[in-house]
């Protein structure tokens, strides 16, 4: 018997096998879970269809989370298909590049409006027409990251919106704690995933940030797999509103410098 054997989870945010989201459904489906997928745009669909199918997913639905009407069509099939399930995560992001390199305080309205809009505000909007359908029990999850708490920099207006996610997920928590349903965002550290490769200097940063951890490496797609399966089960029934760090102990380092430097080394060279 698996951790999540005969439950229903529904993935948002697989774009191909790099994913985060992609992480998490292979760790879902060894746990027993039956998985559903959205997609966005047929140039998706063509890397998320045989993904899900590789997992017996037989829910593979196109939904473009800013848009109201895809968002209302997809669970108008997932009630028809499914009728209830257990499980919600969300791992959806997005920013105008322009506004992920140079000064923050260049971010012009618009792209305020659409990073906070999909990266943000996406996660009640596909919240609030999942509750009918979970059941007593269910989970929803969502990604988030550091940048949220302390300047990354040209994180820039992505660090606002996951501000913005995090403060959702505790006012969803409290929403939806009535009706035995749970809300929690796992904070993952670097990982190069097809968001993150869009990024100027990742690879730099992956390096820099992988010799900074206590695990002193990376966190992988896999590691975040078993957290959020630990986070959408009944092991983790008491916890909800919460922010779990999947980071390799990143966050919890005030100050690094290698200590090997300074053996031997006269005080004020
Ligand atoms: P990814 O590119 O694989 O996933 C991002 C997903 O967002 C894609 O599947 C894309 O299709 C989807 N998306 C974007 N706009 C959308 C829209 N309008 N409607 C529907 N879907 C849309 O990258 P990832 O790194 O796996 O990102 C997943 C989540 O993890 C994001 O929330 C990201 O912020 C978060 N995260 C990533 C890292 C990292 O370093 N990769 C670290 C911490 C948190
Ligand atoms: O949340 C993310 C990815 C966010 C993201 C990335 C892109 C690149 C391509 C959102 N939108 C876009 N739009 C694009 O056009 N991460 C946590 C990964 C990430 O992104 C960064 C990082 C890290 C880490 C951007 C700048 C600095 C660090």
């Not at 697989?14 to 790099?18: E, G, I, L, P, Q």
């Not at 009944?234 to 509103?241: C, K, L, P, Q, Y």
């Given at each position: 018997m698996g951790l999540l054997s005969g439950k229903r989870a529904l993935i948002f945010g697989?774009?191909?096998?790099?994913s985060i989201a992609w992480g998490i459904a292979k760790a879902f489906h060894s746990e027993g879970a039956e998985l559903g997928f959205n997609f966005l745009g047929e140039a998706l669909e063509k890397r998320v269809r045989p993904l899900a199918e590789s997992v017996n997913a037989k829910l593979i639905l196109p939904c473009d989370v800013s848009k109201d009407d895809q968002i209302d069509a997809f669970y108008k099939e997932v009630a028809k298909i499914w009728g209830k399930f257990d499980i919600l995560v969300h791992c959806v992001a997005f920013a105008n590049?322009?506004?992920?390199?140079?000064?923050?305080?260049?971010?012009?309205r618009s792209g305020f409006h659409l990073a906070l809009d999909i990266s943000a505000y996406s996660l009640i909007a596909i919240t609030r027409p999942a509750v009918p359908l979970l059941n007593e029990g269910g989970s929803v999850l969502t990604l988030t990251y550091y940048g949220s708490e302390k300047v990354i920099p040209n994180y820039n207006v992505m660090g606002v919106a996951k501000a913005a996610l995090e403060c959702s997920v505790r006012y969803l928590a409290n929403d939806l704690g009535t009706k035995g349903i749970r809300v929690n965002a796992i904070s993952a550290g670097p990982i190069k995933t097809l968001a993150a490769s869009g990024v100027g200097g990742f690879k730099t940063m992956l390096k820099t940030a992988g010799e900074m951890t206590p695990l002193r490496r990376n966190v992988t797609q896999d590691e975040v797999g078993t957290t959020a399966t630990y986070l959408s089960s009944?092991?983790?029934?008491?916890?909800?509103?919460e922010v779990l760090y999947?980071?390799?102990?990143?966050?919890?380092?005030?100050m690094s410098f290698d200590?090997?430097?300074?053996?031997?080394t006269p005080a004020a060279g």
């Open positions: 697989v774009a191909n096998d790099r590049k322009d506004e992920l390199s140079g000064a923050f305080s260049n971010t012009s009944s092991w983790a029934s008491g916890v909800t509103g999947v980071d390799a102990g990143a966050n919890i380092i005030g200590e090997k430097k300074e053996e031997g």
